[in-house]
Each structure stands twice: as C-alpha cells, then as structure tokens.
C-alpha cells in the first residue's frame, strides 16, 4: 500500500507533527512519498526538515509551462473526468475568497499529481489542513486519481468552512481526522448529520525525543518560554501587557519569544514601548533540539492563544515535565487541567494571565515537579505519535 501526504507546505519550522506522523506511519510498515504544494526550504534550520526536502516533490517546481502542460494533458485523455473537474473548480473557486484563477492554478496542481501518483502507484492521499492542499487531493479524485483523506488543525477552516467548501470535501473524502474533541464537534456543524461516522479523532503526537527524554529537574530561575509563530492568534501582544504587570509590581523575571512571524516588528515596538527590554527576549525560529532546549530551561511554558486547534508545543512541554499557561481555547482544555498540570485563563484577560504567571513564579519548585509530571503522564496516553499512527493506519486501510 503506498500512501501519499500532501501539504500546502512541507518541510515547514511549524509542520514538525506533520514529518512526525510520516516517520510513524513509515514505522507501521507503509510506504509513504511526500508532495508539497510549495517549498520553504530557505526558512528550515532543523535537521530532520532538511533531511524531508530532500524526500519531498514540490509541485509548483514544475514551473508555469509544466503547470499548463499537465493541464493540457488530461484535458485531452480524460475529458469527461476533466470537464466535471473543471465544473467542480468554478463551484468552489466561486464561493472562496481566492477566486476562480487560483483555483484553476489548483487545477492545474491535480493534474500534475494525477500524472506522479500514477507513476509511484499511489493508492491513497492524505492531505494535512482542509484548505488548498486538500481542495488539488480533492480535484485530483475527480480527475481518476486514489482516494482521500485530511486532517483538520483549526482555527482557520472553522472560521472559514463555508469558503473553504469544507462540506463538499468531507463528503468526498473516505475519512476525516480531527486533532481534538473540539475540532471534531466543529466538523459536525459544517457537514451533514450523514457523514458523522468519517469524521475521527487523531490526535497530533510527540516522539520518543519528547516522550522518553531524560529528566531535567524545573529549574529555580524565573523564566518563562512562549514557543509559536509571532501572529495575532498567539497573544503575544496580550502576553506583553501582562508581563508589563509583573514588572510594575516589582517582579523578576524572564520571558523567552521562540519563534518569528508577521507580528515581529509590532512586538520589538511594544517591548521598547513598554520598557521590558530587560525581561524580554526573541531567539527567531528554531530548530527542533533548540526548541526543546527553551523548554528545558523555564519553569513554564506560556501560550495565552485567542485561536486555535490543539497547538503541539503544549504536548512538547507537557512531555518535558514543564508546566503550561494557556487559555480555554478549542483544544486546549482536552490537554491542559488547571491545577493538575497547568493553568488556563479567558483567552483575551491580561490581568488574569499576570496572575497565573505570578502564581508560576511563587509556587514552590516540588508543586512544579508534581504539575510537570502529571501532565508528561497526560501527552503519553493521548498524543504518543507511535499510537495515533497506528489508529491512521487503520483508517487507510479500511479507506483502500
């Protein structure tokens, strides 16, 4: 059985759960090849996304000309599946915010894959986001490509189900996967009650590197780490505000930004806006190993998310046997329990996150190790990457 994932982008600085679930798929004995939309190999620095580059076929590498040549090829052999392919791309490129040449150029995308899946005996495709990547899985099916599947992240295709004809594609699909509870309950809005039974929950995982990590005990030092791409969804704005409470109240205390985005230069603004050049600290993206070595060195990881689906950065400090501050946002909940392993706030409350933050610096190191380890017990149950692999395996076998 050999199995194609399909991502908008891969390798990717945030994909690392998407190479994860690929070399655990790969670790259940399938063969899996690996297509990506469009390539952001300039912007990796870990050394198992450099080593997926060199695995991964990049679509729009064919150029423009390769694009039309694909097009213009199945439209010759196969013009029934082409001309219902094509009613389908004016269906839902009339309903999306990119418009119908976009999704032409999507088009375009299915047919140069319908040529490679051909080529490697593809049988099944699963695509991870219900966005562009799955619209080319979806147009490639109607072309007489292999079946199906997507995983499904959030925020984004919550919030825009109806552009991102989220229905048509799960009702196409063999199967949906979910990473939450909550992700999940949402796909059931936005489809109808008879496609219920496609829809499953596999959660995004961590690997042997997290989850049988020596110990590193909590260390004394009042550091925090927020781990996330610098974007409006992550609060990093809001986590500024409230760090600025801490060192109006005299606090000592350091807080680490891993991680680079659009947001970047609003943040280094507001920093030196509100004089916390000396509490704050942005490394830019990371590697893997320096990621976790950010984690290693707090007492807890903060993520104060307006918008979400489950971030895995949570599971990662959890399996470290650090804590999480986070907000009770989508997923979040299904993971973090205040008191046990964390402390979640309302997404959006400056005040309230200072609090947790301060209640983080003020508990004593033996309730950090508690907290720590309860919720390493956690992330080992429910997002061992080896186990949800396992679950996927079985829902492409039944799917082919």
Sequence with gaps: MNIAYLVNQYPKVSHSFVRREILAVEACGLKVARFSIRSCEAELVDKGDKQEQELTQVILGVGVKGLALALFRVALTKPAQFIEAL??????????????????????????????FAEQEITHVHAHFGTNSTTVAMLCRVLGGPTYSFTVHGPEEFDKATILSLAEKIQRSTFVAAVSSFGKSQLFRWCDRAFWSKIHVIHCGVDADFLVHPHVPIPAAPRFVCVGRLSEQKG?????????????????????????GPLRSEIEQQISQLKLQNHIEITGWASGEEVQQQLLASRAMVLPSFAEGLPVVIMEALALNRPVISTYVAGIPELVEPGVCGWL???????????????????PLEKLEEMGKAGAERVAQQHNAALEAKKLVALFESAI
């Design 236 to 260: 990093h704005l809001l986590l500024l505000e409230a760090a600025s409470k801490l060192a109006a109240s005299g606090l000592d205390f350091k807080l680490v930004f891993v991680g680079d």
């Design 87 to 116: 009613r389908l791309t004016f269906q839902v490129g009339w309903h999306s915010e990119r418009g119908i040449i976009l999704h032409l150029a999507y088009l375009a995308e299915a047919c140069v894959l319908l040529n490679w």
């Design 345 to 363: 706030v309302p997404p959006g409350s400056a005040e309230l996150l200072a609090a947790a933050m301060r209640s983080a610096l003020e508990s």
